[in-house]
């Protein structure tokens, strides 16, 4: 069967992305009639993600023949990331409190004991699914996935050449991790839609969220201004710079750590660090906070989170154009088993959420921060307020930090534990 897409250049994708954000933002516009009542039921970020997964799984595009996600994740997002970080009051990002960080490592121990868990419990049911020795061993391939869901590509990679999984059975695992990582990030974004009546469910205080996002808010209107061509040459300028910056830098700080042996050996627990998209965002998030003290700041009256918010709703439909509804039925064994893990992250999440009374902000962006990574974290930060972008990449740097040494555990309770 032929598989490749009715459309298979850049440049058409692209514009097809486009059309569906504008049909999006055009309909969800309309204050009255159906769409008024659609979008009171499904949100309108969810509705972004959701379009390209359904061009994908009809056929019309495919990620696996366009450049699209690859030129939004390594240009747009790190120009969003700067732009969005321009107005950034570091103080009140602080002031948020532990929260955040409690619900990210909530979701780091969710993932390291959900992999065990659900082997135990699928293993009562069909054993063979999570059974296999030597190289075959399926808890080799979930490795991967606890890498991915703890950090990133870096991290799953890293596992990968650690545990040595069958190669031939590895493109299972992958599609494993994109459709169930994929249908979470459908949930969560149908979450934010609703985040009110969730935060009123968990009882949560979001007081120091809206504080810091009215105290963006009233600065953006002290500096207010009708932009000018200057002002967005300007604004386009600075967000680009930055990016070739953070490009140049990425690659040099990769390539001087890879000539270090605790680095370049891919079994190493530090192999990771080699990454350049990790030092790619991580410079360019630098840099729009170092700005944040100049007096770039002013051009957040221009609207340059506004920019920034257009190249984060290019990469969120890119990043639904992943999604292939189709493939959720391939392979249900071990899909069975990526669904319970997640939900056992997910459960526990609300769990703890509703202890500590933590706003779904944090829930939603301590989750990405894991199972995404860099790549998704400030885009769900952001589906909240273009101001919380910083704090999605903040705990996505964290995640890096400790992602192969807590899927190197995960790994081994998976092994224990395994038939």
């Not at 969800?28 to 159906?34: A, E, R, V």
């Not at 809206?210 to 604004?235: F, Q």
């Not at 918010?309 to 189709?326: E, P």
Request: charged share 10%.
């Amino acid at each position: 069967m032929d598989s490749t897409p009715l459309f298979t250049n850049d440049t058409i994708v692209f514009g097809l992305l486009m059309l569906a954000l504008a049909f999006v933002f055009h309909t969800s516009s309309k204050k009255t009639g159906f769409w008024s009542k659609f979008y009171k039921v499904i949100p309108a970020l969810l509705m972004c993600y959701m379009i390209p997964a359904i061009l994908n799984s009809v056929g019309l595009i495919s990620p696996e023949v366009t450049k699209t996600y690859s030129i939004a994740k390594n240009y747009l997002l790190p120009a969003a990331l700067v732009l969005m970080t321009l107005s950034l009051d570091l103080k009140s990002v602080f002031n948020l409190g532990p929260k955040a960080l409690i619900m990210f490592f909530t979701g780091t121990v969710g993932i390291v004991i959900g992999g065990p868990l659900a082997i135990l419990l699928i293993s009562m049911i069909s054993p063979e699914t999570v059974g296999g020795a030597g190289p075959d061993a399926v808890w080799r391939g979930l490795s991967t996935l606890a890498g991915s869901w703890i950090g990133g590509g870096a991290n799953q990679t890293a596992m990968f050449e650690i545990f040595k999984y069958n190669p031939s059975k590895y493109g299972a695992m992958v599609l494993v991790d994109i459709v169930v990582a994929n249908i979470w990030m459908a949930f969560l974004l149908y979450g934010i839609g609703k985040k009110e009546k969730i935060d009123k469910w968990l009882k949560a205080d979001n007081s120091a969220i809206e504080r810091l996002k009215e105290k963006v808010v009233n600065y953006e209107k002290s500096v207010a201004k009708t932009p000018n061509l200057t002002d967005y040459m300007i604004m386009f300028g600075i967000a680009f710079t930055a990016v070739g910056i953070a490009h140049f830098g990425s690659g040099k700080i990769s390539n001087l750590l890879s000539s270090f042996e605790m680095f370049s050996d891919k079994t190493s627990a530090l192999a990771s660090f080699t990454s350049t998209f990790f030092w790619m965002i991580t410079i360019a998030t630098v840099i729009g906070i170092i700005l944040s003290f100049t007096k770039a700041k002013k051009y957040e009256g221009a609207g340059a989170s506004k920019l920034g918010s257009v190249f984060i709703y290019i990469l969120v439909a890119t990043i639904g154009m992943k999604m292939d509804l189709g493939s959720i039925l391939e392979n249900p064994g071990l899909m069975a088993v990526g669904l319970l893990w997640m939900a056992i992250h997910v459960a526990l999440l609300f769990l703890v959420a509703k202890i500590i009374k933590a706003p779904y902000f944090f829930l939603a962006v301590g989750s990405k921060a894991n199972v995404g990574g860099a790549a998704s974290a400030p885009v769900v930060a952001a589906a909240f307020h273009p101001s919380l972008a910083t704090v999605g990449v903040l705990l996505a740097v964290v995640g890096y930090v400790i992602g192969t040494f807590s899927a190197l555990f995960c790994a081994n309770l998976m092994e224990i534990v395994s038939p």
